[in-house]
């Protein structure tokens, strides 16, 4: 079993799908961060087959998790203080996702103005349903 | 401030003073003949368009109030490659309102983000057109005396009919709405109104293929044109565009105080053997444009008269 050491404050985010870690590494911005991460791919689970596991090293008040809930509101966070669990956090759906998602509407004011964020908002909590701000397309996770 | 991008922007009760505004402008225009004195509008369409530009233009100088604007890209900054957003910063040192019709869909929201004069959608893309809509409420408003309890059949090009949008999101925030889709399959209404309005709101509806199907059941008949600049294929419009045709054969199937709207231009859409039928009100309508209009700029400016 590979062995990655502990942390003594920051998160570790559990249960990502298999091949989803790079993603999330991005999308959370690490890459631009000064902070220690140990992004295990593929390692073995009960429940899922296979995972993916971020260690971050990094204040526990950094992160905006927020994109997370988006991206799978089932991968389990876990933040450490003082080398413990202190917390489980649960993911809920942000209410507007900006700039992780882009709008492919040929007919968007975001397809040629390209300074413009793209912002999508929660329109429908039940489907999980999120919408461009601008031109209302509905994002298609396939 | 306030702008008006989506017909939602106006709460019900808003919309009720709006409409008893415009007929009050109708009944007495020459109360208001100074109302915007020294105030000037900006028309900036980014593509063409002809009756909501001039109705724009046309509302704004009724009211005492001047206009400037272009008709479009090729003659704005636009050709040289400038942003909506830095245009209408500009536009905003110019001008006390805007206008703004952009093929872009969300450019007036985008617009209103950077404004520091009201913002009116004049019409985006094939996504909302919310001025339009003021004009066919106060158009049902006054020759129905309601906007409740009504069966409304809309008819055409239901997927990129920006009118239809708009209608439908007005509408249903009024009890007893209830729809007939009247429409080919290829332009059916987008999933955005369909499921985002009409089913998460419980509002009834039925889609059907053929205008002869609904046309005994309806109050209202919102006719629309299969717009050729909607499309990315030339077959496709042309296959398409003579599938509803409202003739004598048709109306004869109506109920006698049936109304059939329509945004206009039609094309071939209506015949004009109608046009003396007493229900047919699609140039009233256009009259009531100009009067929803000047209450609009009047409301948006906070002038009262």
Not at chain 2, 29 to 54: M, N, Q
Not at chain 2, 178 to 194: A, C, D, G, Q, V
Not at chain 2, 242 to 266: F, Q, S, T, V, W
Not at chain 2, 275 to 296: E, H, I, N, S, T
């Amino acid at each position: 079993m590979l062995n990655v050491s502990g942390i003594r404050e920051g998160y570790v985010l559990d249960h990502i799908k298999a091949g989803m870690s790079l993603q999330i590494y991005h999308d959370l911005r690490l890459d631009e961060m000064d902070v220690a991460v140990a992004i295990i791919r593929n390692a073995r689970s009960s429940k899922m087959g296979k995972k993916d596991i971020l260690k971050v090293e990094c204040d526990i008040n950094s992160l905006d998790l927020d994109i997370l809930g988006f991206i799978d509101h089932n991968i389990t966070v876990n933040i450490i203080k003082d080398e413990k669990i202190v917390e489980k956090k649960k993911l809920k759906l942000p209410k507007q996702v900006v700039n992780i998602i882009k709008c492919k509407n040929p007919r968007c004011i975001t397809s040629i103005e390209q300074e413009l964020d793209h912002i999508f908002l929660l329109a429908d909590p039940e489907k999980e349903i999120y919408r461009c701000k601008y031109c209302e397309e509905k994002f298609d996770r396939k | 401030m306030r702008h008006l991008i989506s017909p939602m922007d106006f709460s019900v009760e808003e919309l009720d003073d709006l409409l008893a505004l415009a007929k009050d402008i109708e009944d007495n225009p020459e109360k208001y003949a100074h109302a915007c004195d020294g105030k000037k509008i900006a028309t900036c369409f980014y593509e063409p368009s002809t009756r909501t530009r001039l109705s724009f233009e046309a509302a704004m100088l009724n009211l005492g109030g001047s206009v400037l604007g272009f008709s479009s890209a090729d003659s704005s900054s636009a050709a040289k490659g400038e942003s909506v957003s830095d245009t209408i910063r500009v536009i905003s040192c110019y001008a006390d309102i805007c206008a703004m019709r952009h093929p872009k869909e969300g450019a007036p929201l985008v617009a209103s983000q950077h404004a520091t004069i009201p913002v009116i959608n004049a019409g985006d893309g094939g996504h909302q057109h919310p001025t339009q809509t003021l004009t066919d409420l106060l158009t049902i408003k006054n020759l129905k005396g309601r906007l409740d309890h009504l069966t409304i059949g809309l008819c055409g090009d239901l997927k990129f009919g920006r009118t239809v949008h708009s209608l439908i999101r007005a509408l249903v925030r009024y009890p007893g709405i209830r729809f007939i889709l009247i429409s080919p399959p290829e332009l059916r209404l987008p999933s955005y109104i369909r499921e985002g309005v009409l089913d998460q709101m419980g509002i009834p509806y039925e889609e059907v293929v053929r205008l002869e199907e609904a046309m005994s059941d309806l109050d209202i008949l919102y006719m629309t044109r299969v717009q050729r600049e909607r499309f990315f294929n030339e077959e496709d419009y042309i296959r398409m565009k003579d599938y509803y045709i409202l003739n004598r054969e048709k109306m004869a199937l109506a109920p006698e105080d049936m109304l059939i709207l329509h945004p206009l231009p039609r094309v071939n859409e209506i015949s004009t053997e109608i046009d003396d039928d007493p229900r047919a009100v699609y140039f009233k309508q256009a009259q009531y444009g100009v009067y929803v209009r000047m209450a609009l700029i009047l409301t948006l400016l906070g002038i009262e008269v």
